[in-house]
């Protein structure tokens, strides 16, 4: 595995180098679980290549993807898809295959050939989408790839195949809409490397995961405003459009200052370009793209930096990126160190759990401002946001974990947080879900039903 030998440490309010090992995005999938007695293992995605057909006049969907992976341990191997499975082959020849629940809303795909480790392989799976995921309406087509991160949310194994979070891979997506003569636009965070006007084909770095991939395909007319944010390294474009005209143009007065805000207190912004969907309800984030509400942009613009710039390894760690956008929602409050509150639990957790639990807008923001009382008395230049910004530095386009996270942490401060990410990280577990969606704190909006994925896309 692929390091990189890097640190700080805030000493009397000034930063100097000390050892820090950060690892690689570069993660070998190790998820192992026995199903029918026999050894299950999770693979490692390489490169897929996916093509999606809308058949406009049958109203059916139908997606081909080949899969590059590496099995890195002995056993079957499982992926991570919810869309209806018409065939699969692996190496070229048709293998069963089953879904099993592991978790809570997480079922993987085994795919019933036992498999030597540390060996390559190619899958080919045939699959078709229902109307929950494509709309076919006035002789077009509506797909939008909308997810969710909170429990019972959905990354992207609703729309195909892919992983877990912690697992990158690069995707070329083809995008074909037959039988139609309606003008279809592609809003994506992709790089659009070809387009005839009913064929499309995207391309997504390989460090990409299960979170990254914005794609929204309408052919409903969207009112589109395009910029450019003089950023501090380079020129980023952006794009917010919505089928209202007044969001459109409230979000593109506002999303300039908003990345301003967040280069000055994180660093330069890391994707290509930054594009949202205004659904006026609802919210979710992705590497440079956002379907949020206005009141809602700036929180999802950060995640950006943290969340889909320096990513989640899983559920147990999803925590971290809501609680800083919800400290920074609240107007980044220095709270008192040590901490002197209940039990809270915002990581203890089955490794099969993917996403956030709710209570990290409250429980997880306390935290962040607790560490900034700590850091801040460190001097008035000091505090939480500079030891984040390193962080970012050090983690961007990787995926982290709570426990990297708090030994980061230990080495900046050169003070031991077990006892403190015991009981206010790894607390009380029956504390988990306890705030519900409509308790939650400004910031991410619920999840949006499919009513009103059906009414955006």
């Not at 006007?197 to 395009?226: I, P």
């Not at 944010?229 to 794009?239: A, F, K, N, S």
């Not at 979710?284 to 999802?300: C, F």
């Not at 999803?318 to 800083?324: F, I, P, Q, T």
Request: proline share 4%; glycine share 8%.
């Amino acid at each position: 595995m692929k390091t990189i030998l890097m640190t700080f440490a805030v000493v009397l309010g000034s930063v100097c180098l000390v050892s820090f090992r950060a690892a690689s995005a570069e993660i070998e999938p190790t998820r192992l679980f026995v199903q029918n007695n026999r050894p299950v293992a999770q693979m490692a995605f390489n490169q897929v290549d996916l093509s999606l057909t809308f058949d406009v006049q049958k109203q059916q969907t139908h997606g081909y993807a080949w899969i590059d992976f590496t099995a890195h341990a002995a056993g079957n191997p499982f992926l991570l898809m919810k869309a209806p499975v018409d065939s699969i082959k692996l190496d070229g020849e048709s293998v069963s295959f089953e879904s099993v629940t592991v978790a809570k809303d997480t079922a993987p795909l085994i795919i019933w050939r036992e498999l030597e480790p540390e060996t390559r392989h190619t899958l080919v799976i045939e699959y078709h989408l229902d109307s929950d995921t494509v709309g076919y309406s006035g002789g077009g087509v509506q797909f939008l790839t909308a997810m969710g991160d909170l429990q019972w949310g959905n990354f992207f194994e609703d729309f195909g195949p892919t992983s877990y979070e912690d697992d990158h891979y690069g995707m070329t997506l083809e995008l074909v809409v037959e039988g139609s003569t309606k003008t279809h636009r592609l809003f994506t965070n992709g790089t659009e490397t070809s387009n005839c006007g009913s064929r499309w084909t995207v391309n997504f770095s390989d460090r990409s995961n299960s979170s990254t991939f914005f794609v929204h395909l309408t052919s409903k007319t969207m009112r589109v405003r395009r910029g450019t944010y003089h950023g501090l390294d380079r020129d980023i474009p952006w794009v917010i459009y919505s089928t209202s005209r007044l969001m459109t143009w409230m979000g593109a007065r506002r999303i300039e200052k908003h990345l301003s805000e967040l280069e000055r207190d994180y660093g330069p912004y890391f994707h290509p370009a930054f594009v949202a969907l205004i659904s006026g309800q609802g919210g979710m984030e992705y590497p440079g793209a956002a379907i949020t509400s206005i009141g809602a942009l700036d929180h999802e613009a950060l995640h950006s930096w943290f969340g889909r710039g320096v990513m989640p390894s899983d559920g147990r760690s999803g925590w971290l990126d809501e609680a800083v956008a919800a400290w920074r929602d609240n107007g980044y409050p220095r709270g008192t160190w040590p901490p002197n509150r209940a039990a809270t639990n915002l990581a203890t957790f089955s490794e099969f759990e993917r996403f956030t639990p709710r209570n990290c807008y409250s429980d997880g923001s306390k935290l962040m401002s607790e560490l900034d009382g700590y850091f801040g008395s460190h001097g008035e230049a000091t505090g939480m946001k500079p030891v984040l910004a390193k962080w970012f530095s050090l983690k961007k386009g990787q995926s982290v974990t709570t426990e990297e996270f708090r030994d980061y942490l230990e080495l900046v401060s050169g003070e031991n947080l077990h006892s403190v990410f015991s009981r206010y990280v790894y607390g009380n577990s029956s504390l988990r879900d306890s705030v519900v969606v409509g308790q939650l704190e400004r910031g991410h909006p619920p999840k949006l039903t499919k009513a009103e994925v059906r009414e955006l896309r």
